[in-house]
C-alpha cells in the first residue's frame, strides 16, 4: 500500500437534527499514514461527523468506508474491530479507576467487552493478560504516564486526563485515530507537548483524524485540512493552501 492509499472515505453523507443539518453532503478522503485535520467553527459539524464515523449515530444519507469495508451505520464495537479508535471532545474518564485499570479497559474493548467465562482461568486467559499488561506498560511508557499508573485518573492535571485517554485509545492497537479536539483548554506548553506526541503516534504507522477549532494548531502538525462550516466542506488541501485562503478566513471572520 502507497502513501496515497485512501483508508477512510465518506461519500456525500448527511445527518440532520430536527432542522439543523449538521453534517450536509460531506465528502472527504484520508489517507494512509496523514495527519489530517478537520477544521471549523463552533457548530460545524466537526464532532457529529466523528459520531458517524465511529457509528454512534447512523446518517440519514451517504456512505462511510473503511479500509475498503463498508461501514456505514455498522455498531460502535464493529467499527472499533476494524481498527478506530478515538477521543472525545470532553474528557470521559471513569472517577473510580486508576489510570492502569483505565487503559487496561482500553485493550479489552478489543475482543468487543466479551471475556468468556470458560477462558477466565486458562493458562490461554493468563498469557492473553500478561500480554496486555506488557502493552499498557508500553503505552503508558510512551505516553508518559507510567509513573502515574497508580492514581485514579480523573484527579490528574487536565492535560494528564488527556493522555489518559489517548493511551486508552491506543491500547486497542487502531489504525486509525480520531482526535476530538484533543488540546481545548489545555495551556501553551501542554498543548505544544500533545502536538508532539501526536506525531510521535503518526510515526508508529498510525492515521489521525485531528478535530481543531484552532487552525494555527494544525499547520506544523497536519499535512490535510479539511475546513468545513454548516456541516459543508470549504476547502480542502495541505496547510500552505488553507492558511490564508479568503473562504477560511471569511468563515472564521464573520461568525
Ligand atoms: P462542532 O463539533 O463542529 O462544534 P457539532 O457536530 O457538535 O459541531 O454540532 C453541529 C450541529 O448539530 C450543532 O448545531 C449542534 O447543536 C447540532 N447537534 C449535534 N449533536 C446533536 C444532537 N445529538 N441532537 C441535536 N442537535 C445536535
Ligand atoms: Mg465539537
Known amino acids: 500500500k502507497g502513501y496515497d492509499t485512501a483508508i477512510l472515505t465518506v461519500e456525500r453523507l448527511s445527518k440532520a437534527f430536527g432542522g439543523v443539518k449538521a453534517v450536509n453532503d460531506l465528502s472527504f478522503s484520508v489517507t494512509q499514514n496523514a495527519i489530517h485535520a478537520i477544521i471549523g467553527p463552533n457548530g460545524a459539524g466537526k464532532s457529529t461527523l466523528f459520531n458517524l464515523i465511529t457509528g454512534v449515530i447512523a446518517p440519514n444519507e451517504g456512505k462511510i468506508k473503511l479500509f475498503n469495508h463498508d461501514i456505514t451505520s455498522l455498531r460502535p464495537d464493529k467499527i472499533a474491530q476494524y481498527g478506530v479508535s478515538r477521543t472525545f471532545q470532553n474528557i470521559r474518564l471513569f472517577p473510580d479507576m486508576t489510570v492502569f485499570e ?9 475482543t468487543g467487552g466479551k471475556l468468556l467465562p470458560a477462558l477466565f482461568r486458562s493458562n490461554e486467559f ?27 485518573a480523573a484527579k490528574l492535571s487536565y492535560g494528564n486526563q488527556r493522555r489518559v485517554e489517548i493511551a486508552r485509545a491506543l491500547a486497542t492497537n487502531p489504525r486509525l485515530l480520531l482526535l476530538d479536539e484533543p488540546t481545548a483548554g489545555m495551556n501553551q506548553k501542554e498543548t505544544k507537548e500533545l502536538m508532539q506526541l501526536f506525531s510521535q503516534v503518526n510515526q508508529q504507522g498510525i492515521t489521525i483524524l485531528i478535530i481543531a477549532h484552532d487552525m494555527h494548531l494544525v499547520n506544523t502538525l497536519s499535512n490535510q485540512i479539511t475546513v468545513i462550516n454548516f456541516g459543508e466542506k470549504l476547502v480542502e488541501g495541505p496547510p500552505e493552501v488553507i492558511q490564508n485562503h479568503p473562504a477560511v478566513v471569511e468563515a472564521y471572520m464573520g461568525r
Not at 102 to 110: D, N
Not at 127 to 141: M, S
Open 102 to 110: 483505565t487503559v487496561l479497559i482500553g485493550t479489552y474493548l478489543l
Open 126 to 152: 493468563r498469557k492473553r493478560e500478561r500480554q496486555a499488561k506488557d502493552r499498557i506498560k508500553e503505552i503508558l511508557q510512551f505516553v508518559g504516564l507510567w509513573d502515574m499508573r497508580n492514581e485514579y
